[in-house]
């Protein structure tokens, strides 16, 4: 039986019981939207129950709507299944919640069952009594499928899902030897990574010297400058989850028992995460047509190099760490890379988090002497240092 506060049940009947809302008077508006969402406030088009599970105890819906129509003084939920001609409507003064809470339960006590279509629209109502409604959008209820183990158990099918996470960068670089020094600005990367079943991630990463601002990027004796990173890499998640848009706290407007349930917030991603991966890389610190600057810069090294991913919350925001190490082993000499980076977000926005970065890489070897000739060994150091911005894309 739904346990729905006594007070707001009433005060949501009493409201709505002197207007009706007929169809002829609604303007249905596609700046409304609504749909069903899952814990990790992605949409849905369909409700899974658990296996031998025959109730729902909470479905949530999200919602959107456009500024024009942000002038609301109350809102109406309208859920429908025509076949067995089910209906529930959950009205309500002031502002919409972030997340809508339906305990699953029509208005004859029946409850949503597996393997049915279910209707839902949001209408918002202003002062002046006006109705705009949301196209009528729907969800499908299905029981999880099962299979059997290999000791007859059963076994939760595993979904792939993918997760895209997006980071993009604006920085200075400074390349930094015993006896040469040089900067390049602006420099501006970016990051595309894809997870896969939440454990395996596949990124393509990029970071060159722009044009925006020309004659920066000039030595001495006029000679252009240029850094550029291209790298492909794997990561395997040892621990947390893939990166995803935040849910923002809410306590539902009706209660279940006497201590309600109270939805805590869920920030960018897990609190701790943690990945281990290897990568190709190109690097280019050069001047015109890949030509060396100085006797004591690489100038363009392939090899590959195994990396160290990690990132935990920290209040509001969110630190991340990487460190990686590998060797020239396509081109370039015989050179070694070592890295160190950090980067600091604010991560309370829920598409964005913008913060600053961080990193060190050292280059030491002996250097391709088709680039370089007589030159044994070289020891340099390239600095980053500027903003970045994650996106929350999922």
């Known amino acids: 039986m739904r346990l729905i506060s006594t007070f707001l049940l009433l005060f949501s009947t009493n409201l709505f019981a002197a207007m009706p809302l007929e169809d002829s008077k609604v303007t249905t508006d596609d700046g409304i939207q609504v749909f069903l969402t899952n814990e990790r406030g992605e949409p849905q088009t369909t409700f899974y129950f658990a296996p031998g599970q025959r109730t729902a105890e909470e479905v949530v819906f999200r919602h959107s709507v456009s500024a024009k129509r942000g002038a609301y003084s109350s809102w109406v939920l309208e859920i429908t299944e025509p076949k067995e001609g089910l209906s529930y409507r959950m009205a309500f003064e002031g502002s919409l919640p972030f997340l809508i809470h339906w305990d699953g339960m029509f208005d004859n006590e029946r409850g949503i069952v597996p393997n049915r279509k279910y209707f839902l629209r949001l209408l918002l109502v202003t002062k002046e009594k006006e109705v705009f409604s949301s196209p009528f959008a729907f969800f499908s209820s299905a029981e999880r499928e099962v299979e059997s183990g290999s000791h007859g158990e059963k076994v939760q099918i595993e979904v792939a899902k993918l997760f895209v996470n997006l980071t993009g960068g604006f920085h200075v670089v400074s390349a930094q030897t015993p006896k040469y020094s040089t900067t390049l600005f602006p420099n501006?990367?970016?990051?595309?990574?894809?997870?896969?079943?939440?454990?395996?991630?596949?990124?393509?990463?990029?970071?060159?010297?722009?044009?925006?601002?020309?004659?920066?990027?000039?030595?001495?004796?006029?000679?252009?400058?240029?850094?550029?990173?291209?790298?492909?890499?794997?990561?395997?998640?040892?621990?947390?989850?893939?990166?995803?848009?935040?849910?923002?706290?809410?306590?539902?407007?009706?209660?279940?028992?006497?201590?309600?349930?109270?939805?805590?917030?869920?920030?960018?991603?897990?609190?701790?995460?943690?990945?281990?991966?290897?990568?190709?890389?190109?690097?280019?610190?050069?001047?015109?047509?890949?030509?060396?600057?100085?006797?004591?810069?690489?100038?363009?090294?392939?090899?590959?190099?195994?990396?160290?991913?990690?990132?935990?919350?920290?209040?509001?925001?969110?630190?991340?760490?990487?460190?990686?190490?590998?060797?020239?082993?396509?081109?370039?000499?015989?050179?070694?890379?070592?890295?160190?980076?950090?980067?600091?977000?604010?991560?309370?926005?829920?598409?964005?988090?913008?913060?600053?970065?961080?990193?060190?890489?050292?280059?030491?070897?002996?250097?391709?002497?088709?680039?370089?000739?007589?030159?044994?060994?070289?020891?340099?150091?390239?600095?980053?240092?500027?903003?970045?911005l994650v996106f929350k894309v999922s």
């Open 188 to 388: 501006i990367d970016g990051d595309l990574g894809i997870y896969w079943k939440e454990m395996h991630r596949f990124g393509v990463r990029f970071d060159v010297t722009s044009s925006i601002f020309s004659g920066w990027n000039y030595d001495a004796g006029g000679n252009e400058l240029r850094y550029s990173d291209l790298s492909l890499s794997y990561r395997w998640r040892v621990a947390g989850a893939p990166p995803r848009r935040p849910q923002l706290p809410y306590t539902p407007p009706y209660v279940r028992g006497a201590g309600g349930t109270n939805y805590e917030p869920s920030l960018f991603g897990a609190p701790f995460n943690l990945e281990l991966g290897v990568k190709v890389f190109n690097t280019v610190v050069a001047g015109s047509a890949d030509q060396a600057i100085n006797n004591e810069v690489p100038g363009q090294i392939q090899g590959l190099a195994l990396t160290l991913n990690s990132d935990m919350a920290v209040s509001v925001m969110r630190a991340y760490l990487n460190i990686e190490a590998g060797s020239s082993l396509f081109n370039g000499g015989q050179m070694n890379i070592i890295g160190i980076g950090g980067m600091l977000v604010y991560d309370r926005w829920e598409s964005i988090a913008p913060g600053l970065v961080f990193h060190y890489m050292r280059v030491s070897g002996a250097p391709d002497q088709t680039l370089l000739p007589g030159v044994n060994s070289i020891s340099n150091s390239l600095i980053f240092a500027g903003a970045s």
